[in-house]
């Protein structure tokens, strides 16, 4: 069970390109996330979804887009980059049909830098 | 806004001795909370979680109690040892919300 998947781990960036960070999990869970993670901070919410077809932005959604079109999938779009998106981006989903608690799992991250 | 914090950035202890994470809340909608462990390089893990109705859960060697009048968060490892050396979160779960807001993290040092 290989859980919540993220790819790819490491990128480099120049200012003004664009890219896809991939996301998708085999829980069937239909919560998804995405967070930054800056050095030494906490996570802070880009967006989050409920279920396929239906996105929401987080705190911090500005030079991000995302979609979701399965269950499984969460991509999240750079348009633009910047250097004040160098990040970790960690990938996260949960299980909320039920009123289930919101446990969110998360993946191995991706670690962007844009230069 | 409202937003969860915690008291110290940075805890060492010996190993075998108890450590003692603490959080502050200040959203008193918040019926849930977890806290989560984050070892260097990696995605945060799930270790604990409790509900607003409760004051205390125990786990194996951690123990999260909540007090909710201070509304104060603690995350309690026993017998600490150097595999739990991590970046420890707390995070709070509002009522209505379908989202976890993550406090700034208490880095675990274990000293030999």
């Known amino acids: 069970n290989a859980g919540v998947t993220q790819t790819p781990k490491f990128r480099i960036l120049k200012i003004g390109q664009s890219m896809t960070l991939q996301c998708t999990q085999d829980?069937?869970?239909?919560?998804m996330y995405w967070y930054r993670q800056d050095p030494g901070m906490g996570l802070k919410l880009i967006y989050y979804?409920?279920?396929?077809?239906?996105?929401d932005k987080g705190e911090v959604p500005n030079g991000y887009n995302v979609s979701r079109s399965t269950t499984e999938d969460f991509p999240l779009r750079l348009e633009l980059a910047a250097p004040s998106q160098t990040s970790v981006y960690f990938c996260?989903?949960?299980?909320?049909?039920?009123?289930?608690?919101?446990?969110?799992?998360f993946g191995a991250g991706t670690r962007l830098s844009v230069l | 806004g409202e937003s969860v914090g915690l008291h110290l950035p940075t805890l060492s202890v010996q190993e075998g001795d108890n450590s003692i994470i603490n959080c502050a809340y200040s959203?008193?909608?918040?019926?849930?909370f977890i806290w989560y462990k984050q070892e260097s390089g990696k995605g945060p893990q799930f270790i604990i979680d409790i509900r607003s109705n409760m004051d205390k859960r125990q786990g194996q060697r951690v123990t999260v109690l909540l007090n909710k009048t201070v509304k104060h968060l603690s995350l309690q490892i026993a017998a600490t040892q150097p595999g739990d050396s991590a970046v420890y979160f707390c995070a709070e779960n509002t009522n209505a919300g379908n989202m976890l807001t993550f406090g700034g993290g208490t880095r675990l040092m274990v000293k030999p």
């Open positions: 996260a989903s949960s299980d909320r049909t039920s009123g289930r608690k919101n446990i969110q799992y």
């Open positions: 959203n008193s909608a918040s019926d849930y």
């Open positions: 979804s409920v279920g396929a077809g239906i996105t």
């Open positions: 829980m069937n869970h239909n919560y």
